[in-house]
């Protein structure tokens, strides 16, 4: 469907565009790390979403079958984000979630990730995984349901499962879902907040955070994250950056206990970070 600013790309000659790339840049935040560009703050998610491309743009999603495929077919060792690595970047965040949900259940690794892409998580631990010996393994991706309907036609596997919702996904566990994995994705949604409530009423008894995005401010913010194009694709999302010391006061009320907080880069503004969160039985 043709929108407005496609409509006005048509009609603008391509330097003014350009132009209105740069100036637009100018007035956001920059995350050398990453080659990215925050704009923003945005007053809303709904006007975000108005003057972005949206995660669902065909761009991201192509790029990141692609890689996927690719990965899964031994031709790269890893992906991420639709970048395909030539070897695999671990995450301590992730290696440490899934040893400490093997401690607190022993011989069971019942997961549900939020926001796993096309098995990104399970295919960067694959090595660790196979070797887990008498360990029954259940990986359980939720996404967005074009994502999940690729997921399920090219990568499902009796450990490895696709799901649009929440709900369908803890329906096919064989257990309670207690261990909850978000992956680079708690900001990309409008209501972050609301879904981490439905989850923490679903029992839940760690989550973990790996790549959110934090900054050292007193109340969370929306942004229009600007990908590098010539590393990631050549689109643009919305993103909530939350104030890292209010998203971890909100989660002890709640009755959970910061286990470890993980950090690349520290002195980032913007920082893609790591966070496991536990909660003790009463």
Not at 200 to 219: S, Y
């Amino acid at each position: 469907m043709t929108n407005t600013k496609t409509i006005l790309r048509s009609l603008s000659p391509p330097i003014l565009w350009l132009l209105a790339q740069k100036l637009r840049s100018s007035f956001g935040y920059s995350n050398n790390s990453r080659n990215e560009i925050f704009e923003g703050p945005i007053p809303s998610w709904v006007e975000a979403m108005a003057r972005a491309d949206g995660w669902d743009s065909p761009s991201i999603t192509n790029k990141t079958l692609d890689s996927a495929l690719r990965v899964r077919d031994g031709l790269a060792a890893f992906e991420q984000d639709g970048v395909v690595r030539p070897r695999i970047l671990y995450s301590t965040t992730v290696l440490t979630f899934i040893s400490l949900v093997l401690s607190l259940r022993p011989g069971h690794l019942d997961v549900i990730e939020f926001g796993g892409g096309l098995g990104t998580g399970y295919f960067q631990n694959r090595k660790i995984l196979s070797n887990l010996t008498g360990v029954q393994i259940s990986w359980n991706i939720v996404e967005r349901p074009d994502l999940a309907s690729l997921g399920s036609q090219y990568f499902e596997k009796p450990d490895l499962r696709f799901f649009s919702d929440i709900e369908t996904a803890v329906a096919a566990l064989n257990a309670a879902p207690e261990f909850f994995l978000f992956s680079g994705s708690l900001q990309c949604i409008a209501e972050p907040l609301s879904l981490l409530e439905q989850i923490i009423k679903l029992g839940v008894r760690v989550v973990a955070f790996d790549r959110l995005l934090v900054a050292p401010t007193r109340e969370h913010a929306v942004f229009i994250q600007h990908p590098d194009p010539k590393i990631y694709y050549a689109a643009t999302y919305p993103a909530w950056c939350f104030s890292k010391d209010l998203f971890i006061s909100d989660l002890i009320a709640k009755g959970f206990t910061l286990i470890e907080h993980f950090t690349d880069s520290p002195q980032a503004y913007f920082d893609h970070c790591g966070m496991i969160f536990i909660r003790h039985p009463m």
